[in-house]
């Protein structure tokens, strides 16, 4: 065998990941508020830009809080379906202000009340307590670390030795905070809190701060028993304790959080008209490009060789920015119309008529890979008759049916959460119960399928229900 080096030429095929290529992927999962940011930039960035229209009066999309679409998707769960969506269809489409309504809009927007912040509510109270210089230095440190839920977990040894004092010292300083208002604001964890606030609210309670102490993770079980025995008290003792466990704040910083507001704005909205459904993209108000004159005539002159590489460059990425949002809004236009032909019993009947759908059938459909579909759902929002929803809601798997079909998960999931919510508080469907109901609605499941999925709606078993019941009132 002889060994050595040599030359060959071979020709092999393989995709090279461009800039401009990847610009394009990334659009597809944009929202559209996204890629109006998207936009706004390339337009500052690239001068072979040049957005058209500007006479016009600009246009704002509908503001929907993120919060609402929640609130309203959570009553939409809650609605029977047997409403004629033609009684509760309220939309006449896509809706566009003209500059006054912007400016009323974002005016709105701007003037929301600004609630005053975790950091500045406590600040303000340690000032009104007797301290040195260096303990409201050390007051303002801790204050400042304390995370959004309410807690400081980080290591006072540590923070002591950076700011130079004793951690004896500090601990003290943490203490006042901790008594400040919210109750229990800087401990390390929910159980600490819930004990700082029970010895604060209920001092002379000594049987409430060692439950708390001890046995919170068997109150989280609702194991009365074994905490009745440690305890040495009744089962309906240890339920009157875990009534004043209730009134207590596990997560101090919740009323004192200076939210932001985040908006929704509906990618696309349906709207069924003579019995055919309409699709809007809803873009209108999104900048319409186009490439400057001026730059693309210096491409046909002589110019020096980094000029010319520059203004070409440019142009190319400008091309092909252009052409990405037109594939993404064509893309979005047919995925969408995809899953109205799939669920169309949904758009008409609503909620409970959803049917199982995955990405790859929607991806062989149109002849797409279903990374292409993953990411033109992903962050994208749809306003039907039903509410709004975001594109990856339609996508889930099924159980069988009786008749050999398959039935959605997520109307399952519905069909499970309303039992629950119409059930008897004192006498509560145990998963065989379910199972059963649904095998007389023509469902075949399993009882360990109720479970699992009454996990997911964070359904707490029968008899767990059964004693949380008892502690209302």
Do not use: C
């Amino acid at each position: 065998m002889k060994l050595g080096n040599s030359l060959s030429q071979r020709q092999t095929q393989r995709l090279v990941m461009t800039h401009d290529l990847r610009q394009s992927i990334e659009l597809l999962s944009l929202s559209t508020l996204e890629l109006s940011d998207k936009i706004q930039n390339e337009l500052m960035e690239n001068p072979m830009l040049d957005e058209i229209g500007l006479d016009e009066k600009p246009k704002m999309p509908e503001l929907f809080s993120y919060e609402e679409v929640k609130r309203i998707e959570k009553l939409n769960h809650e609605k029977s379906t047997d409403v004629n969506w033609q009684e509760t269809y309220s939309i006449e489409g896509p809706r566009t202000y003209n500059q006054e309504a912007s400016d009323r809009n974002q005016k709105y927007i701007e003037s929301t009340t600004k609630t005053e912040s975790l950091e500045e509510h406590l600040l303000g109270q340690l000032r009104l307590i007797r301290l040195t210089g260096s303990e409201f230095e050390m007051g303002e440190v801790l204050i400042s670390m304390i995370d959004e839920k309410g807690f400081l977990n980080h290591d006072l040894s540590e923070i002591a030795k950076e700011m130079g004092y004793s951690e004896v010292r500090l601990r003290k300083v943490l203490r006042l905070i901790n008594e400040l208002d919210p109750i229990g604001i800087g401990a390390k964890d929910i159980q600490e809190t819930l004990l700082i606030q029970a010895r604060i609210l209920f001092p002379e309670n000594i049987l409430l701060h060692k439950l708390i102490d001890e046995f919170l993770n068997d109150l989280e079980k609702i194991d009365y028993k074994k905490i009745a025995k440690n305890l040495r008290i009744t089962e309906d003792e240890v339920s009157q304790l875990a009534r004043f466990i209730k009134k207590l704040e596990p997560y101090p910083a919740t009323l004192y959080q200076g939210k932001k507001t985040d908006y929704v704005v509906p990618d696309v909205v349906v709207k069924e008209i003579g019995g055919e459904f309409n699709i809007f993209i809803n873009d209108e108000w999104l900048p319409k490009l186009a490439i400057q004159d001026e730059y693309k005539e210096l491409l046909n002159t002589k110019l020096p060789a980094t000029d010319k590489e520059y203004f070409q460059t440019k142009f190319s990425s400008a091309q092909w920015l252009i052409r990405s949002i037109q594939q993404r809004r064509q893309t979005l236009q047919r995925v969408v119309s995809s899953i109205i032909d799939f669920q169309v019993d949904f758009f008409r009947g609503g909620i409970t008529h959803i049917k199982p759908l995955t990405l790859k059938e929607i991806a062989e459909k149109l002849s797409l890979h279903e990374s292409t579909i993953s990411r033109i759902t992903t962050n994208k929002y749809i306003q039907t008759t039903w509410g709004i929803f975001e594109l990856k809601w339609f996508f889930s798997s099924g159980v069988k049916s009786m008749e050999g079909g398959k039935e959605s998960s997520k109307k399952i999931h519905e069909i499970i959460r309303n039992l629950v919510k119409a059930e008897d508080d004192t006498n509560p469907l145990s998963d065989q119960d379910i199972v059963d109901i649904m095998e007389k609605k023509g469902i075949e499941i399993a009882r360990r399928t109720v479970a699992k999925y009454r996990k997911v709606l964070k359904i707490l078993p029968s008899n767990q229900r059964k004693r949380i019941s008892s502690l209302k009132g």
